[in-house]
């Protein structure tokens, strides 16, 4: 019932009696969780078609001994009876159990190093198959938190090198990595996934490794290799803010904005800024717009009232269009326990969703 969880075999040609011999391996299995088998007949130009399917409830391999035998598929055609082949057993965790060190406001530091293995979705008549290949990361269930790295041209083994920050980060999540082959004209093909459960990175020390990837081609064995560690909240101060509290924001200025507008002129973006409390998007203040700018300075002071005790405040940057909806720049999310101090907050906040590269 997860499809963040998942994994597939080989296609084998021509044939109705499919011997795969293939071992695959889930990381977050929890007990109680059934497992779903569906048999598909692979098309390249169209959707695969159903060929049958079965589920395994955890009671019968979550066992000494496992599951090994023979499940009757449903679905598999009027008339057919149709088995597939299985043995599941349960591993013991590759990393031994530890207490998890976060704490309410803690944030993740997710440093992407690089992949390898990865297929060719791209091909050349001057030589081998390359992809352009770009890492994108979330939160497990909160789309929110997702950032992506870089493309870089012509490799199946890319070295991203670098560091991004999520700052929701709460006791339990899970992190998922998708890689894409980055395409200027068309979708962005599918290269592999991986999944790391909070239990390997919330710990003393952290998660430094590779990653094997799933959904990554026929034949193909690659990995993710990332170093994920977990960075604790400075120390609690006490709030500042009395019921009918505003708040003063200073908005100064955006830096390394990507140009949204093309033109005879060169490319730019008209950017403005707006600032609003998380859950209450009437209640926002906005800067005003400044024209042909990827480095806008607002210096501008507003007061955003109705703020209670505890709210977030989203920032986002658009660029301004006069024919058609704003387009996104970038945003970001600063929690309370930063501003509702004493001394309030000035800074730097990175923005997410500001292009790839």
């Known amino acids: ?13 021509k044939t ?38 079965v589920s395994l409830i955890s009671g019968d391999f979550d066992r000494a001994g496992g599951f090994d035998g023979e499940l009757q598929l449903r ?9 597939l082949s299985v043995v599941v057993e349960i591993l013991p965790p ?15 530091k997710v440093f992407v190093i690089g992949a390898k293995g990865l297929r060719a979705a791209d091909w050349s008549i001057r030589g081998g198959g390359k992809s352009d290949p770009f890492c994108v990361c979330e939160l497990q269930g909160k789309p929110e938190s997702k950032f ?48 790391l459960a909070g239990r390997e990175f919330d710990r003393e020390g952290g998660f430094s490794g590779e990653l094997r990837l799933r959904e990554c081609g026929d034949g193909n064995s690659a990995v993710l290799m990332l170093q994920v560690s977990v960075t604790m909240p400075p120390p609690a101060e006490p709030c500042v803010s009395v019921p009918g509290s505003r708040i003063r924001i200073k908005m100064l200025r955006a830096g390394g904005l990507r140009a949204a507008d093309l033109g005879f002129r060169g490319a730019a973006s008209d950017p403005f800024c707006r600032c609003e409390i998380v859950g209450k998007r009437n209640l926002q203040v906005q800067s005003k717009t400044l024209k042909r700018t990827l480095e806008p300075v607002w210096n501008q002071e507003l007061d955003l009232h109705g703020y209670c005790r505890g709210d977030s405040l989203q920032f986002q940057v658009f660029d301004e269009d006069r024919v058609s909806a704003n387009d996104l720049l970038g945003r970001v999310q600063a929690p309370a326990r930063l ?17 790839k590269g």
């Open 148 to 195: 992506q790295t870089r493309h870089i041209r012509k490799t199946l083994a890319p070295v991203w090198n670098e560091e991004h920050e999520l700052d929701d980060y709460e006791q339990g999540d899970h992190l998922l990595f998708t890689i894409f082959d980055y395409d200027v004209a068309s979708q962005a093909d599918l290269l592999g996934k991986a999944t």
């Open 94 to 108: 590759v990393t031994p159990d530890a207490p998890p060190i976060s704490q309410p406001g803690s944030t993740l």
């Open 339 to 355: 501003f509702d101090r004493k001394g309030g907050f000035e800074g730097t906040l990175k923005l997410r969703d500001s292009g």
């Open 1 to 13: 019932g997860n499809p963040a969880l998942n994994s597939q075999p080989r296609h084998i040609p």
């Open 75 to 83: 679905d598999c055609g009027k008339g057919h009876a149709a088995t």
């Open 16 to 53: 109705l009696e499919p011997v795969w011999e293939e071992e695959h391996e889930f990381d977050m299995f929890e007990h109680g969780d059934a497992l779903d088998f569906h048999v598909f007949d692979y098309e390249r130009g169209s959707s695969a078609d159903s060929l049958g399917k």
